[in-house]
């Protein structure tokens, strides 16, 4: 079974600033994603970002990046030049590709950017 | 396109009771899965469902049932509430199965078990 941890359930930035949420997983699969997942107060779940376990490249999507270490099974999520819409939960998640879409979630990070 | 449809919005129900939560998927997917999440917690996958067929199952008791129909649309289905059954309960659709396919969330609907 797959686990999923994000350390920190809260953080805030400074609007315009860099902020790096952090998480860490636990599989013994090749071959899987890694999602951050946005959820804003509107409670609709918006994909940010995936990452797919081969690739050695860091994926990146406009302000946002990530910071892959495979070995150390590790995947954070950075956010440059902030922006007040950028305030929501932020879920890291894991998919399995051997197990058909099925996602794994850590426990989220609240962001909060402060004008 | 209309994004993934979820009723009702909200719910509120009593112990014991039974309740039917309802999904309709992004036209030409056929894939439908049912997350809860409870407050202040990452969504639990419940089940996944493609092609009217069960395809997974989390970790949840029996209570739960789930089914999809001929036009992709599931219905999750809970019996015998609990306290601990509230929660927002989400449901994603995707395409297909195999290779990666991007899941699309609905807006959930809240359910509260007094």
């Known amino acids: 079974a797959q686990t999923v941890t994000q350390s920190q359930p809260e953080m805030s930035v400074q609007e315009a600033e860099t902020v790096t949420l952090s998480c860490t997983y636990d599989?013994?699969?090749?071959?899987?994603?890694l999602f951050w997942y946005k959820q804003p107060p509107s409670r609709q779940m918006i994909l940010v970002i995936r990452?797919?376990?081969?690739?050695?490249q860091n994926a990146t999507e406009n302000r946002f990046s990530v910071n892959f270490q495979k070995a150390a099974k590790s995947f954070s999520l950075k956010i440059s030049d902030s922006q007040l819409g950028d305030t929501a939960m932020y879920f890291c998640?894991?998919?399995?590709?051997?197990?058909?879409?099925?996602?794994?979630f850590g426990g989220g990070t609240r962001l909060m950017v402060k004008p | 396109d209309a994004g993934v449809t979820q009723s009702p919005t909200h719910l509120i129900k009593t112990r014991g009771q039974h309740v039917t939560l309802r999904c309709s998927p992004i036209?030409?997917?056929?894939?439908v899965s049912w997350y809860q999440q409870v407050l202040g917690q990452g969504p639990q996958f419940i089940f996944q469902y493609y092609e009217k067929e069960e395809r997974g199952r989390g970790n949840f008791p029996d209570r739960f049932s789930a089914r999809q129909f001929p036009n992709y649309s599931s219905e999750l289905n809970v019996n015998a509430l609990l306290l601990g059954d509230s929660a927002l309960y989400l449901c994603?659709?995707?395409?297909?199965?195999?290779?990666?396919?991007?899941?699309?969330f609905g807006p959930g609907t809240r359910l509260t078990v007094l």
């Open positions: 998640a894991f998919m399995n590709n051997n197990a058909g879409n099925m996602l794994t």
């Open positions: 599989t013994s699969e090749n071959n899987y994603y």
């Open positions: 994603a659709s995707t395409q297909g199965l195999g290779t990666y396919n991007e899941q699309f």
């Open positions: 990452q797919e376990a081969y690739k050695q």
């Open positions: 036209s030409g997917h056929k894939s």
